[in-house]
């Protein structure tokens, strides 16, 4: 009798509390109830805002310029332009079947969240462990492929009209530099990132357009359509012809899945979105259409704006983009051009870091990571300890590029796999177990299904292409070491896992059940000292 009526009390208690919320946050507040998670980040994304989170991490104007060297040496501007449409129809294959699921299960946890809700309740913990593993170790590569192509960017601008001479030490410099005050941005400006997300929509947006028209209006001469659509280069050491160009070809399309990666954003903000079981999931497929048009147009517009084939694969500059800009709009447009460039892929790397906190933080929250990540930061409602966590496992990632000719194109292999596995993972669940799936309000109907497997069968072709040698002869120097990378998280997720952690690991944390306790768990210590009391009293 007793139970029942502080059931009630707590009931309504609940109940006035959300009636002085809007309505869509009553819900969005409802379903992360129902999850068994309680709010605690700030909510207060619209859908275009939660849609422009993934459109900055996905930054066409970061992957493509970024990659744009390896994309001409693997394969050249033929595989470069189809390759890009293929890479998108799979893609939004994928983003289809990420949208279903995060429309059932929205939460920050994005994926490895998912993988435990898919599962049944036996292995649902194994399946949330290793999901998370590699969506970290994605989240953490992403990060560093951005801001570490940002650094060479700044690099690379500054070498125009003056003396500077890049070197790596320098690069490391820079990347350091870019990685810190995109640290302090989301440990102080937590405040201003819904703004910088609106401006980096427009900035992104606009700066295509704008550098695409610049480049195509001011060039001297264009290059053919033949060029353009038809022409096969083989810059990798002679991979065409010890394996063949198919080979090449295939190798060359990290350019375009690297660039259209970081989707899931939109699943990692909902706990910060309105009416988030419709908004994160239209958000992610919004990202992909929109990026997929918008960079298929940047690549054609560079492609026919190469003034001479030889100066822009050898240029002094280290990047062909800077070439391409130099010759057609001259030193002082090309700092214009270059500055928009790097504008991107700053903030593509600052929403980066936003989304890998994010991550780690309700990974943290689950006991998959020492507890002490799981700190809010209780006057600006943001996960500070894990945004420096990001930003440190970034730095360290991208310390190879020290010693290593092809650092940069095996960590950008690293985000592509394991944050395509980790989104493979739930997808597949979803097919294996789809009787048991309740929808949420966006769904596929009968192409749910073939749409899945399709996205599956996708992420294990890539997964196996992306690990294979990127340069011949394979050597110290020129080593695709993201085989290493993955090699190192499996072995360490599964490992870990039959050692310890299937001992301890129970999947996503169940905190709203200690509130219906009266327990207030925001504050500190609360929650470990009401723990310590259950487990005083079991043993007495």
Known sequence: ???????????????????????????????????GYKQELRRDLSLVQNFGVSFSIISIMTGIPSLFLYGLNSGGPGPMVWGWIIVAIFTMTVGLAMAEVCSAHPTSGGPYFWAAMLSPPKDAAFASWITGWFNLLGQVAVTTGISFGCATFISTVCTLGTSFVPTANKTIGIYAAVLVSQGLINTFGVHLLKYLNNISVWWHGLGTVVVV?????????????????????????????????????????????????????????????????????????????????????????????????????????????????LDTVGEKGAI?????????????GTFSVTSNSRMMYAFSRDG????????????????????WLACTLSFILGLPSLGSSVAFSAATSIATIGLYISYAIPIALRVIYRKHFVRGPFHLGKFS?????????????????????QENPVNSQTLNYAIVAVGIVSTYSFGFWLISARKWFTGPVKQIAAEEMGINVMEPGNLEMAEKEVSESKES
């Not at 997929?292 to 517009?301: C, H, K, M, Y």
């Not at 928009?340 to 903030?347: A, K, Q, S």
């Not at 998959?368 to 945004?387: C, E, G, M, N």
Request: net charge negative.
């Open 1 to 35: 009798m007793s139970d029942t009526h502080t059931a009630s009390a707590s009931e309504k208690d609940a109940q006035v509390r959300a009636s002085a919320l809007p309505a869509d946050m009553q819900s969005d507040e409802a379903e992360l109830a129902r999850m």
């Open 213 to 325: 028209i610049a480049i195509l209006a001011a060039a001297p001469t264009h290059q053919s359509g033949k060029f353009v659509f038809a022409t096969f280069l083989d810059g990798t050491g002679g991979w065409s012809e010890r394996a063949s160009p198919a080979y090449v070809a295939v190798i060359g399309i990290l350019m375009a899945q690297y660039t259209l990666t970081g989707f899931d954003a939109s699943a990692h903000m909902t706990e910060e979105t309105h009416n988030a079981a419709m908004s994160g999931s239209i958000g992610i497929i919004m990202a992909i259409g929109v990026s997929a048009v918008l960079g298929w147009f940047l690549i054609l517009g560079l492609l026919f704006s190469i003034q001479d084939l030889e100066t822009t694969l050898a240029s002094p500059t280290g990047e062909p983009v800077t070439q391409i800009f």
């Open 336 to 348: 214009v051009l270059m500055i928009i460039v790097i504008g991107c892929m700053y903030f593509c």
């Open 368 to 387: 998959a990571l020492p507890r002490l990540f799981h700190k809010v930061d209780p006057k600006r409602k943001s996960p500070i300890r894990t945004v």
């Open 449 to 469: 299904y073939p749409i899945a497997v399709t996205a599956v069968t996708w992420i294990a072709f890539i997964s196996i292409i992306f690990i294979l040698p």
